[in-house]
């Protein structure tokens, strides 16, 4: 066959090369690239989303500056800081799978697993108060306490909803592929060779955390001075 | 004959057999006939609704049909011509199977996304067509809010949905595309020795992978409002309908491109191949698709200038919109020019090239009255603007994509077509299209409203000629149907090259074998080189 | 840098990388209750992309990437910056006219 004598000296596994590829380097680099270029679309997603906010921000910016500081500050930077922690464990663990470090790759995943298992669970918490403070819109009981109109307070909280639930659902999928990575490094896949599922997963994690990082200071710290 | 006509040897229809071996497989060639046929499904539903609209606009009172019937008859229209047919037509099928082929890969880059792309559109179109049986819905295909979110007591919130599924079918086959052209190429087969039809597809997937995230989360922030009723996009309780609008034209617009870039690719090797030549300016032809891609996301305020958008936006929208003509005149004029003594033949394929060329041509000039900001008050939302896009869409992009099917055809299914009806057909459909059409130009520029079921009764003659020209249109498009339905059983033998054509892929069997060629080629000419075709075939 | 694996850094780099961000939290965080006007949002937003181009090109090794994975970062948001700049063209020059609704 054609690809049995292009792959060099390089030992490879032979069913980690896929059919239609030649070597195992193009093989990584489709599937590099095709992570990157599915970030991209990921820009453009949440892209529409932060145009959004910023012309309801620029409209309404007293109503964002109340309804922001509704929200608890300290839970916010607290998991921004989980999140952190998630992300520096998820680069450890693709720098132990690029080193062949075969249990260092599950320590590492398992505890971004956990990280990424509280921010959700920190997320809910929060979530949870919301219907309790009467916060969610498109409620009959929704009230904002000191601002008019209340219609522009739902439209934060409307686009606060729909940002952190797309940032929590992109969490889900991110805990569904490392505990799918988790089982199969436990099984031994991974390999300096071939790391490739661990690599570009990790890129998918880190772009999580940074929707985060523009999420957090956008919906939690707007003029906080005002409501102390 | 036909006993003569069986292969030797196995090829891609061959290589399994029933139905799992095709709703499982990777083969991007069969990848593209599952598409193949769903959206000619697809294509028939739209035009039944078409049809509907046509009949109803016979008579100038409200007869066949009530005013709430007409508006689901036109909705659905759109909505399954527009993202069930027109965006994944060329790409998905004829890109779906030629783009590797051409580049001399053995498969796409990732095939188990190439056919959950394939499901996708498949549950998207699952979900408008429930939608459709459910009870239609009524908000056009441009889901305006707050209509849309608000007003609208029909099937929205399932049509979004199917939308929206649809949507992450195009990323991924754009997605697909990109990485293709990137890492998959044959040795040799550098960039600028890519045929124009790779070009194209290129291009168009950068729209997609770019445009289409956008769409989405929009269809998202209006599924959100509708469920919830909240007012993101309701001015009554404080939103912006035209921001609605921004975040969907993003997409809309550039989907234009979407649409008919891949059939400008199809055109350039229709008219290559058929007047023997090398494409003239060939790299300008390459850097216009791109060119096209690129602008085409800087002009979609041009859809909004009589809404409240500020008439400062208004002009800097105007006068990008003028800049897509550059590099679609590039186009025209390079083919143009390649015809220039040539070795012309008449084939069916070429028949629709020509059709393209004409249409697209006064498609695309009547764009240039839409983007004017003075003209396009006068004619905003009356059947000017119908008929300038269907015939950028129809006499565009389904003339190519029609085109493109007979040219390829043989090579995909290893038959040819009965060359007398396909040519028939082709001047009923050019002449069904301009009876359909034409007349509509004329009845918008006198004023009539797009969307009404009623009109004066001054517009009835214009009216009943584009109904007539529709008929005459529809047996066009069934006769291809009939014919090659009969040639997959009765057609002549093809013969990997019956066309005396460039390209990789026709130096490979028809139908070509599963992984495209029993080697790698090694790529050592230009595109469009026809002295070495014509040393093979001599 | 082996042609199977991407570049790694050094244990060390992604420590004090991971340090930096979290100072960085907490000084956005801590200067979002002082009142800076209109540049609070600016200050804000500074943070935030300066923490972005860290998790990029440290944690994401966009330093080491091939030419083309950079022009794809470059070009997505280049292009989310054409949704936000010619939508913003839109409502930032509304009613210069006087117009009401132009």
Known sequence: MHKAESHGGAAVHPLALREQFDTVEQQRDCSTLGMWIFLITEVMFFGGMFLAYSIYRTKYPEVFAVASTSLNVYIGATNTVVLLCSSFTMVMAVRASALGKQKAIVGWLLMTLLFGLTFLGVKAFEWNEKFELHHVPGFANFHLAGVEPQGAAQIFFALYFCMTGLHALHMVVGVGLLSWLVWQARRGKYTSEYMTPVDISGLYWHFVDIVWIFLFPLLYLIDRHLGK | MITAAVQQRENYLTAGHGLKSWLLTKDHKRIALLYFFTITVFFFLGGVFASMIRLELITPQGDLMSSDTYNKMFTMHGIIMVFFFL???????????????????????????????????????????????????????????????????????????????????????????????????????????????????????????????????????????????????????????????????????????????????????????????????????????????????????????????????????????????????????????????????????????????????????????????????????????????????????????????????????????????????????????????????????????????????????????????????????????????????????????????????????????????????????????????????? | MTSATPHMDSVKTYITVFLALIVATVLTTAVAFVDLGAFSVVVALAIAICKMLLVALFFMHVRHSTRLTQVVLFGGILWFGILMGMTLIDFSSRNWIGVPGR
């Open chain 2, 87 to 538: 965006v994944p037509s060329i790409p998905a099928t004829l890109g779906n199977f030629f783009l590797p082929i051409m580049i001399g890969a053995r498969d796409l880059a990732f095939p188990r996304i190439n056919l959950l792309s394939w499901y996708l559109l498949v549950i998207g179109g699952g979900f408008a067509l429930f939608a459709m049986f459910a009870g239609g819905v009524d908000t056009g295909w441009t889901f305006y809010t707050p209509y849309s979110t608000t007003y609208s007591n029909t099937w929205v919130l399932a049509t979004a949905v199917g939308v929206f599924i649809a949507g992450f079918s195009s990323i991924l086959t754009g997605l697909n595309f990109i990485v293709t052209v990137h890492r998959m190429r044959a040795p040799g087969m550098t960039w600028f020795r890519m045929p124009l039809f790779v070009w194209a597809n290129y291009a168009t997937a950068l729209i997609q992978v770019l445009g289409t995230p956008v769409l989405a989360v929009t269809l998202v922030l209006v599924f959100a409002e509708r469920a919830l009723h909240i007012g993101i996009f309701d001015p009554a309780l404080g939103g912006d309908p035209v921001l609605f609008q921004h975040l969907f034209w993003f997409y809309s617009h550039p989907a234009v491109y979407i649409m008919v870039l891949p059939g400008m690719g199809v055109i350039s090797e229709l008219i290559s191949t058929f007047s023997r030549k090398p494409v003239y300016g060939y790299s300008f032809i390459a850097a216009s698709s791109l060119a096209i891609a690129i602008i085409g996301f800087l002009v979609w305020g041009h859809h909004l200038f009589v809404s409240t958008q500020s008439v400062y936006a208004g002009m800097v929208f105007s006068f990008l919109s003028y800049f897509v003509a550059i590099p679609s005149a590039i186009k025209v004029f390079n083919w143009t020019a390649t015809l220039y003594k040539g070795s012309i033949s008449f084939e069916t394929p070429m028949l629709y090239a020509f059709g393209f060329i004409g249409l697209f041509t006064i498609g695309g000039l009547t764009g240039l009255f839409l983007a004017s900001l003075g003209l396009d008050v006068h004619v905003t939302d009356t059947y000017f603007v119908i008929a300038h896009f269907h015939y950028v869409m129809v006499g565009g992009t389904i003339m190519a994509y029609l085109g493109g099917i007979h040219y390829w055809w043989p090579k995909m299914t290893g038959r040819m077509y009965p060359d007398g009806w396909a040519k028939l057909s082709a001047g009923i459909i050019f002449l069904g299209f301009n009876l359909t059409f034409f007349p509509q130009f004329i009845l918008g520029y006198m004023g009539m409203p797009r969307r009404y079921h009623a009109y004066p009764d001054e517009f009835q003659v214009l009216h009943v000629l584009s109904s007539a020209g529709a008929s005459v249109l529809a047996i066009g498009y069934l006769l291809p149907a009939i014919y090659f339905a009969w040639s997959l059983k009765y057609g002549p033998v093809a013969g990997p090259n019956p066309w005396g054509a460039t390209g990789l892929e026709w130096k490979t069997d028809s139908p070509p074998p599963t992984h495209n060629f029993d080697e790698i080629p090694v790529v050592n000419h230009e595109a469009y080189d026809y002295t070495s075709v014509e040393a093979e075939l001599a």
